[in-house]
C-alpha cells in the first residue's frame, strides 16, 4: 500500500474491513509506504487493528526505490507515493513469492484469502480490466498512443489498483524498470502515470485478467457479490464524494469501528490546495532529476 498522513485514513477503514472477513489462519505482513505520516497516526493504526493479524511494515519513499532506480517525470496530479507499488517486489524477503498490492481506497467484503490464494505461479501479475476503459484504444482513458507502440487496440486496459504480483517473474521481467521508462519515454500521454505505462508492457508479457468482483467501482450500481469496492474520484472522506450512496455508507461501516471514527471530512478547498502542493513538488522534483541527469551525461 501506499498514502500519506491524509489518507492514512483509508488504510486504517481499509485493514478494518480486511480484518473482520479474514477468518484463515494466515497472518498479514503490510507494507505501507509513505512519506510524512506521524507517529500519532501510526500509533493510531495500531491501535485500530489486531495485533495477532497484522504486522505493519512502514517504509519511506527513499526506502522503497532500490539502488540504481528512480521516479520517472510526470506531470499529473497524483501523488509521487503511487509509484511506490512499482517497488514492492523489490524491497520485500526474497522468500516471499507473491505479493497483493490494492490501493488504500478500497474496502473488501470477503475473505482476503480468496484473492490471496488464486495461483498465479505462471504469470507475472494478476489484475482486473478498468470497467470504464477496457480496453486499449478507449479515447477516454485508454493507452492513446497504442498505434505508435505497435499494440492492439483490443487488448484489454486494466486498472492498476489491485494487483497480484508473482513477485520472482515480476523481477526477471525488470517491470519496474520497463513502466518508469515507458512514462518517460511517453510523457504527454501517460496521464495516468504507472497505469499507462503497465498497459504498454502487458500486451508483452503473460498476465493473468481477475474477476471484475476484485476491482468493483464506487461510482458503479451496487452489486451484492462484489468482493472489492474502489473509491474511485472523490473518496468517502471528502464532502465532494461522487459515488454512490450505499458504498459510501458501506465505508463508514469499517472506518467507524476505528481510531478514525470522528474524524472530518475533507471539504474542497483543502483537497485543491493538496492538489497544488502535488503540482509544486513534482515541478521541484522533475527539476532535480533532469539536472542530475544532465550532469550523468
Known sequence: MNCDNDYIILMAALLKSIEIHHKTSEHIEVYMAGNEI?????????????????????????????????????????????YMRLFMPYIIPKETKKILYMDVDMIILEDISNIWNIDISDYVLGAVVDRRVTTLDNSWGGVLNYKELGLEGSHPYV??????????????????????TAINNNIKFAQYAEQYALNTILPNIKWLRLADKWNHFSTDEYVASHGVIHYISRKPIHTTYQGKQIYKDIFYTYLNQTKWADAKKINEVKRTIKKIGIVISKMKRNLTLYTNRRRAT
Open 159 to 180: 486498472n492498476s489498483g489491485l494487483q497480484l504480483m508473482n513477485t520472482e517473474r515480476y523481477r526477471d521481467e525488470h517491470m519496474a524498470e520497463r513502466i518508469v
Open 38 to 82: 506521524t507517529e500519532t497516526s501510526k500509533k493510531m493504526m495500531l491501535d485500530s487493528v489486531s495485533p495477532d493479524m497484522f504486522t505493519i511494515h512502514w517504509k519511506t519513499m527513499e526506502e522503497m526505490i532500490p539502488p540504481g532506480m528512480s521516479l520517472p517525470y510526470d506531470r499529473n496530479l497524483f501523488p509521487a507515493t503511487v
